[in-house]
C-alpha cells in the first residue's frame, strides 16, 4: 500500500495510522528514501535483502554506466 503525505516546516512526516499498523505492528523496522519515496521495511527482510543483492553491486554499477 502506498498513500501520499505532506512535509511539514520542520522536514517531518507522519506515517499514516493505517499504515503505521499495517507496516510496524511490533516489528523492528527500517526506513529507506528511494528517489521520491520511502520505503517501510521490516528489518529481517531489508538485512536478508540486503545480503542477496550485496555481492552483485559490482554488477549494478557496470550496467548503469554502460548505458550512459
Known amino acids: 500500500q502506498a498513500q501520499?503525505?505532506?512535509v511539514?516546516?520542520?522536514g517531518r512526516v507522519r506515517i499514516p495510522s493505517d499504515l503505521a499498523q499495517l507496516a510496524l505492528g511490533d516489528k523492528e523496522i527500517?526506513?529507506?528514501g528511494v528517489r521520491d519515496h520511502m520505503e517501510i521495511w521490516d528489518r529481517k527482510?531489508?538485512?536478508t535483502y540486503i545480503s542477496e543483492k550485496?555481492?552483485?553491486y559490482d554488477e549494478?554499477?557496470?550496467s548503469?554506466?554502460?548505458s550512459m
Open 4 to 6: 501520499r503525505v505532506e
Open 8 to 10: 511539514d516546516r520542520q
Open 30 to 32: 527500517v526506513l529507506i
Open 45 to 47: 527482510r531489508w538485512e
Open 54 to 56: 550485496q555481492p552483485h
Open 60 to 62: 549494478f554499477a557496470e
Open 64 to 66: 548503469a554506466f554502460r
